[in-house]
């Protein structure tokens, strides 16, 4: 199991705003209701997908340093399981149909 502890910060005006903080790192994930806002990626960030139930997340790290990239996917695994979906699926690439890139 993994021994990260995780803090969640959530604005009491929008529920689908959260940040997911470490407390032992300085790892920060914001976190996007798909259905309910705008996301841009931003260049120099991760950023992962998942489906709870039918709403669609996006993941986006905040000024991501290198020894914390390893972290991502366990805190995204945390926040699958307080929002009661721990089998989120982690997706790498958005998976909405406008939004996939072209080859």
Same mark, same amino acid.
């Given at each position: 199991m !993994?021994?990260?502890v995780y803090l969640l910060v959530t604005d009491p005006k929008n529920i689908c705003r959260d940040v997911i903080h470490s407390r032992d790192t300085p790892l920060k994930i914001r976190v996007y209701c798909l259905d309910d806002e705008?996301? !841009?990626a931003s260049d120099g960030e991760i950023q992962l997908y998942g489906y709870a139930g039918k709403t669609l997340? =996006?993941?986006e790290t905040i000024d991501i340093k290198a020894e914390d990239a390893l972290d991502v996917v366990s805190a995204i695994r945390w926040y699958a399981a307080?929002?009661?979906h721990p =089998?989120?699926?982690i997706l790498p690439d958005d998976p909405r149909p406008d939004k996939?890139?072209?080859v």
């Amino acid at each position: 199991m !993994d021994g990260n502890v995780y803090l969640l910060v959530t604005d009491p005006k929008n529920i689908c705003r959260d940040v997911i903080h470490s407390r032992d790192t300085p790892l920060k994930i914001r976190v996007y209701c798909l259905d309910d806002e705008h996301f !841009d990626a931003s260049d120099g960030e991760i950023q992962l997908y998942g489906y709870a139930g039918k709403t669609l997340y =996006a993941f986006e790290t905040i000024d991501i340093k290198a020894e914390d990239a390893l972290d991502v996917v366990s805190a995204i695994r945390w926040y699958a399981a307080y929002v009661h979906h721990p =089998a989120m699926e982690i997706l790498p690439d958005d998976p909405r149909p406008d939004k996939t890139i072209a080859v």
